[in-house]
């Protein structure tokens, strides 16, 4: 309605002048997170994944909560590759995956289960895929190396994983560090480390002020343990 469109421009206007918001986020934030249309607000969220290394787990986690989301929340749930590997797409090659292809007015993608996956996504696609009306919005951003850090801080929630291994550990510092620094990082962010040892967890918890946790390894992100449900339930609240 006119009122509402009123509204949101008021609204847009006073962050600009608060400066709480920059260009780019500027010119999205009346396209995805207020979602007008026909039927007003379509509230979304959006949960950005990054690790401190390749293999940290982040695309493991991206298809398990995206599967949790659109199978057991039964929400449309978006599982999308921000990182330029193109790996999503070797999904299409299990035999054991049920797989359809399919497009729509923004791109081609292929669904598994509940759930719509984008491989290799562009920035230039990201708008159009936030207005396609998804409840969940994963976005797999790969390592630090690679990773847009300016696109995990745009998200709802900001989920930053670790690995164990003792000869990763000093990325997850630096990751630790530059995020840290750089940002509040209390604001949505959680910091997560598969299998993470209690002594470790709590040496880098206080050493930069974080809730770092311990999750445990899933199997096949596919078929999610019932006692998984609850872990990963508490990452989108």
């Known amino acids: 309605s006119t009122a509402f469109l009123l509204t949101v421009i008021h609204f847009m206007r006073a962050e600009e002048k608060n400066g ?27 949960i950005g994944i990054m690790g401190c290394c390749p293999g940290a787990g982040v695309t493991h986690l991206a298809i398990a909560l995206a599967n949790l989301c659109g199978s057991k929340l039964g929400a449309k749930t978006a599982c999308i590759e921000f990182h330029g590997r193109d790996e999503l797409r070797f999904l299409m090659t299990e035999d054991k995956l049920p797989f359809r292809q399919a497009e729509n007015n923004c791109r081609s993608y292929f669904r598994i289960y509940d759930v719509d996956y984008y491989p290799n996504t562009s920035a230039k696609e990201l708008p159009c895929l936030f207005n396609q009306g998804y409840r969940y919005l994963i ?9 847009d850090l300016s696109e995990l801080l745009r998200c709802d929630r900001k989920i930053v994983i670790g690995n164990p291994a003792p000869w990763k550990m000093d990325k997850f510092r630096k990751t630790l560090t530059q995020i840290t620094q750089k940002t509040a990082s209390g604001d949505g962010f959680l910091y997560l480390m598969e299998m993470g040892k209690p002594k470790t967890l709590r040496e880098l918890s206080g050493k930069y002020h974080i809730i770092l946790r311990s999750v445990p390894f899933i199997q096949n992100p596919f078929r999610i343990e019932k006692e998984i449900f609850s872990i990963l339930q508490e990452l989108l609240e």
């Open 20 to 46: 709480l918001f920059c260009k780019s986020y500027k010119e999205r934030r009346c396209i995805f997170i207020f979602g007008i249309g026909g039927n007003g607000t379509k509230p979304h969220l959006t």
């Open 139 to 147: 976005l797999d951003l790969g390592s630090t190396g690679e990773a």
